[in-house]
């Protein structure tokens, strides 16, 4: 179940709990330099608040412009893995700095 956790004007930040990870879902609205910026934030809070890393699907490995936005955000490909569907979905992970640093 996806769980809105951030309400922006030009974005909607999801959470969903799939095992052991919580996975992002965002719905942008308006694309500029503010919204980028402010989505960067709203990343790090999410880090600082769920205290792991997140994870996000890129189901559809010829989408470039969301390979690129994951990329923007420094998620990185975690692995790919064969879905309920019977379809190929990579996962992408965005690691929790603030965690390494606190257990060495």
Known sequence: ??????????????????????F?????YKWNKE???SLQHSLDL???LYKQDVYALH???DDNKHRKFLEMYKFELYS???G????LHQVWR????TKEIKNG
């Open 1 to 22: 179940m996806k769980t809105p956790v951030i309400l922006y004007k030009d974005y909607t930040i999801f959470t969903e709990q799939y095992e052991d990870k919580i």
């Open 80 to 82: 790919t893995e064969m």
């Open 24 to 28: 992002l879902h965002c719905d942008v």
């Open 46 to 48: 999410i880090l600082r």
């Open 84 to 87: 309920l569907d019977g379809l």
């Open 35 to 37: 919204t980028k910026k």
């Open 59 to 61: 189901e559809n490995t």
């Open 94 to 97: 965005k690691r929790n700095k």
